[in-house]
């Protein structure tokens, strides 16, 4: 694990200013709620987060799948696009913020972050077409920045839902 002084030294970094930029600028104005989780708990930190499995159908399975190669996007960008307009559709909400976790235990060095936001504005005159290019752009976006720690920048912008 990193000491403070490590880690403030590193954020300090052109690197890390620059990632710090695009998370300010991305995520400033963010309402910051969070919907309850489906088990009616908020996790304490640390904690597992309710989950709840998913089986899709052979012929729907294989329709994502050719959807994926026919639009060089994969099956994570059309299901993120599909729930960030389920999520449109439930709240009403045309500004939408997903927290997707990050892939670190396969690191061998200690990560400063664990997850990333990825906030979509949803405009309801888009095509689904037009929302999976706009979801595979701020994803892209959202990853190629992803080594910023969020609870500083959750933090500095004051928003609501510390580590969900």
Known sequence: MKSDFDTNLLLTS???????????????????????????KEAEPGASLYTEPLEFPVDMTRRLM???KNNDLS??????AALNVFLHRYTGHDDI?????LLTSRLSTPV???????????????????????????????????DYPMDRIIGELDMAFKHR
Do not use: H
């Open 14 to 40: 052109a690197r890390f200013i620059k990632q710090k930029k695009y998370w300010v600028n991305r995520l400033n104005g963010c309402v910051g709620q969070a919907l309850p989780l489906i088990s009616g």
């Open 66 to 68: 050719k959807a994926g």
């Open 75 to 80: 099956i994570y960008i059309i299901l993120l």
């Open 97 to 101: 913020t997903v927290q997707s976790p």
């Open 112 to 146: 400063l972050n664990d997850r990333v936001l990825i906030r979509a504005g949803i405009d309801g005159t888009d095509s689904f077409r037009d929302m999976l290019v706009k979801t595979r752009k701020i994803t892209l976006e959202a990853y190629e920045n992803q």
